[in-house]
């Protein structure tokens, strides 16, 4: 069983820069695909960025490309996304997930219990 816990969430103003991490536990990291998703209030849960096993591909909603980076470090066993130009439409709580594979990443088996980011106009 997977265990992802998200920090670096948190209130900015717009065109500023965040940093999520998110820390996983209780598997072997690098089997797993990774993912960011978000939900707004009132809306459904979104994917935001996807990344493959090895990190070697990197996957991302149109919404953020050019603006949102996804990394991982397997030594670690973390994953991050890097959000510049945040805009606040760009306020949701995020959340780390995890998959198998990439193949499956807007499926995720495992979630973390998310963190909030607050892009102030």
């Known amino acids: 069983q997977v265990q992802l816990v998200e920090s670096g969430g948190g209130l900015v103003q717009a065109g500023g820069s965040l940093r999520l991490s998110c820390a996983a536990s209780g598997g072997t990291f690098s089997y797993y695909a990774m993912g960011w998703f978000r939900q707004a209030p009132g809306k459904e849960r979104d994917f935001v960025a996807g990344i493959s096993e090895s990190g070697g591909r990197q996957y991302y909603a149109d919404s953020v490309k050019g603006r949102f980076t996804i990394s991982r470090d397997n030594a670690k066993n973390t994953v991050s996304l890097q959000m510049n130009s945040l805009k606040p439409e760009d306020t949701a709580d995020y959340y780390c997930?995890?998959?198998?594979?990439?193949?499956?990443?807007?499926?995720?088996?495992?979630w973390g219990q998310g963190t909030q980011v607050t892009v102030s106009s």
């Open positions: 997930a995890g998959s198998s594979t990439v193949a499956t990443i807007h499926s995720p088996r495992y």
